[in-house]
RNA sequence: GUGGCUGUGGUGAAGUGGUUAACACGGCGGAUUGUGGCUCCGUUACUCGUGGGUUCGAUCCCCACCAGUCACC
C-alpha cells in the first residue's frame, strides 16, 4: 500500500463524478478537491494559518523553484517543505517539467533529461527523472510527481507520439529510483490532443504502480471543448481505484466539467494571479475590482460570501488600494479567490454526496459568465 | 516697479511655417489555467495660455494682454 492512497467513496449516477478520500501521511482529504499553488514555499501573500481558516487542504509546491532556490539540500536540512514553510497539511511537489518548458530561456532535451538556463541567474542547469525525483524526495512532500515533458500546443502528431512516449519512459525511471517511505509518486499522462495517444499513455502508466495519475498536457491553449474531448479520453483509461488529477486547471467552469468527467484534484494560479491583477472570482463570472465602476461601490466583493474579505471590506475600499499598489489589496483578493474556489470544490463534494450534482453544475453554469 | 525666461492632454515633457501633434507616466478597458506581485494588448490632445496680426496656410513668426518663474529694486 503507497502512503498516499485513493479511496472511492461514491460515483455520481448520472456522470462520471466520483466523491472521494486522499490518505496521506499529513491527513485525509476530500475530493473533488482543489490545491492552492504555493511555488516558492508560499502561497503568495497568504500564512498557512489563513489558509485552514479557508478550509485547503493539500497545497502545491514547485521543484524547479526550490532547486534553483534555495536549493533541495536546504530543505532536507530545514527538516522538509512541511516544516520549512509551517504548512501541517498534505502538500505535493510539481516535478519541474513543466517549468522547464514555460520559464526557461533555452533547454535542450535529450533521453537523458533536459539541460536548461536558470530564469533567475542564466545558469546552466540539468534535470532528469533521477534528479528530480531526488530533489522532490528531498523536499518531502506527501506527493511528488514524476518528471515528464508537457507538450505545446499544436504540436504535430509525430512530436506528440515521440514525446509521449519518452514521458513513459521517464515516468518509469522515476518510479525505480523513488524509494520515499512517506511519500508517493504520481505518474503524468501526456499524448498531446490525440486520442489515442492519450489512451495509449494512459494505459501504459496504469500498468506502472503509481500513487495516482496527473493529467498533463491540457489548458495549454487549445479550446475548452477540444480539451473536454481529451480529458474525457484519458480518464476513462485509468483505474478507477487511483486519484486522478487534472493539472493547472482550476477556473470553475473547467472544473464542474472536469469533475463530470472523474477528475479529482486541481491546482491552478489562476485564483492566485489574476488576485493580484485586480480581478476577483465571483459566481457569475470575474470581478474587475479596478475597474472605475466600483469607485463608490461600498458593497462586498459578492454579498453572499464568507471570506475574510468579503465580511470586512468594501469594493471600493479594494479598489482604492489597488490603485495606491498597496499589498494589503493582494491579499485581501487572494483570500477571496482562494476561498471562492475551494469553498467551489467543497459544494461540488457535497452536491456529489446528496445526488445532485448534475443540477448543481448546470445550475452553476447558467449564471457563470466567460 | 524694472529686466530676463517660460506658457503643448491628468503629470513630465518632444516637436515643425503645410497630410491624422512624438514619447513616458497616469487614467480607462482587456488578457492571465502544473505562478515573475511580472508582463502583454487596446484606448486616452477636433488641439498647442488669451486676443489680434503677418501668411495661401500658424502650435511654430510679430504685437498686446494674462499667468508662472528668476534676478534686481
Not at 527538516?79 to 516535478?95: A, V
Not at 498531446?192 to 494505459?203: C, F, K, N, V
Request: include cysteine; hydrophobic fraction near 40%; charged fraction near 20%.
Amino acid at each position: 500500500m503507497h502512503s498516499v492512497h485513493y479511496e472511492l467513496i461514491k460515483v455520481c449516477p448520472t456522470t462520471g463524478a466520483r466523491l472521494g478520500r486522499l490518505h496521506t501521511p499529513h491527513g485525509v482529504f476530500e475530493t473533488p478537491m482543489f490545491m492552492p499553488v504555493g511555488t516558492q514555499a508560499t502561497v503568495k501573500t497568504i500564512s498557512p494559518e489563513e489558509l485552514y481558516d479557508m478550509e485547503s487542504q493539500i497545497i502545491l509546491a514547485n521543484t524547479y523553484h526550490l532547486f534553483l532556490r534555495p536549493g533541495h539540500e536546504l530543505v532536507r536540512t530545514a527538516g522538509g517543505l512541511h516544516k520549512f514553510m509551517n504548512y501541517k497539511r498534505g502538500m505535493l511537489t510539481d516535478s519541474g517539467g513543466f517549468q522547464v518548458f514555460s520559464l526557461s530561456a533555452m533547454r535542450k532535451i535529450e533521453e537523458a533529461g533536459v539541460t536548461f538556463r536558470s530564469h533567475i541567474d542564466g545558469s546552466k542547469r540539468f534535470l532528469s527523472p533521477e534528479i528530480a525525483t531526488e530533489v522532490q524526495e528531498a523536499l518531502g512532500a506527501d506527493i511528488a510527481m514524476a518528471f515528464d515533458e508537457c507538450i505545446p500546443y499544436p504540436a504535430d502528431y509525430e512530436y506528440a507520439k515521440t514525446s509521449t512516449e519518452r514521458t513513459s519512459r521517464w515516468a518509469r525511471r522515476c518510479l525505480e529510483v523513488h524509494t520515499g517511505n512517506n511519500q508517493s509518486l504520481f505518474g503524468i499522462v501526456q499524448g498531446g490532443m490525440y486520442p489515442d495517444l492519450r489512451r495509449l499513455s494512459a494505459e501504459k502508466l496504469s500498468q506502472m504502480d503509481f500513487a495516482g495519475y496527473g493529467i498533463g498536457g491540457l489548458s495549454v491553449g487549445e479550446p475548452k471543448p477540444l480539451m473536454y474531448e481529451v480529458l474525457a479520453e484519458t480518464t476513462q483509461h485509468l483505474p478507477a481505484s487511483k486519484a486522478r488529477y487534472l493539472m493547472g486547471v482550476g477556473t470553475p467552469d473547467c472544473m464542474a466539467e472536469a469533475v463530470a468527467l472523474g477528475v479529482d484534484m486541481f491546482d491552478c494560479v489562476f485564483p492566485t494571479r489574476v488576485a493580484r491583477n485586480g480581478t476577483a472570482m465571483v459566481p457569475t463570472g470575474r470581478l474587475v475590482v479596478r475597474n472605475a465602476v466600483y469607485t463608490e461601490d461600498f458593497r462586498p466583493i459578492d454579498e453572499s460570501c464568507t471570506c475574510y474579505t468579503c465580511r470586512n471590506y468594501s469594493r471600493a475600499y479594494i479598489r482604492h488600494l489597488f490603485h495606491c499598489k498597496e499589498t494589503f489589496a493582494l491579499r485581501l483578493l487572494s483570500i477571496h479567490n482562494l476561498h471562492f474556489l475551494l469553498d467551489f470544490a467543497k459544494q461540488m463534494r457535497l452536491s456529489i454526496a446528496s445526488d445532485r450534482f448534475p443540477a448543481f453544475k448546470n445550475d452553476f453554469m447558467l449564471n457563470y459568465r466567460i
